[in-house]
Nanobody, 126 residues
Framework: QVQLVESGGGLVQPGGSLRLSCQAS????????AAWYRQAPGKERELVAD?????????ADSVKGRFTISRDNANNQETVYLQMNSLRPEDTAVYYC??????????????????WGQGTQVTVSS
């Protein structure tokens, strides 16, 4: 089992910044691709940004130039970040991270899975 633990959400004024983090609970879990989604009240969940293992990133048009997705693997523990600058009220939503990856179990067999974070609230308001 691998869980993604999110942090960094909160209340910020328009024009402000927040940095979301999403850390895998299992050391040795290797991420092949990760993404951030968001869901505003009454709206469908939408893809905000994703990052591939080779570092290639894509962004929704609404956040290009303002948001940056990144990842690191310090101490063999994967963390994915979303740096959000120049925030707008329309960025208000619950943000979720997801990751496709694998780890090796006690029998050294690969376990491939997709996992999600619990969501973190981002509110942009004056």
């Amino acid at each position: 089992q691998v869980q993604l633990v999110e942090s960094g959400g909160g209340l910020v004024q328009p024009g402000g910044s927040l940095r979301l983090s999403c850390q895998a609970s299992r050391i040795g879990f290797s991420i092949n691709a990760a993404a951030w989604y968001r869901q505003a009240p009454g709206k469908e969940r939408e893809l905000v940004a994703d990052i591939k293992r080779n570092g290639i990133t894509t962004y929704a048009d609404s956040v290009k130039g303002r948001f940056t997705i990144s990842r690191d693997n310090a101490n063999n523990q994967e963390t994915v970040y979303l740096q959000m600058n120049s925030l707008r009220p329309e960025d208000t939503a619950v943000y979720y991270c997801s990751a496709d990856g694998h780890y090796y179990n006690d029998r050294e067999e690969p376990v491939v899975l997709r996992t999600w974070g619990q969501g973190t609230q981002v509110t942009v308001s004056s």
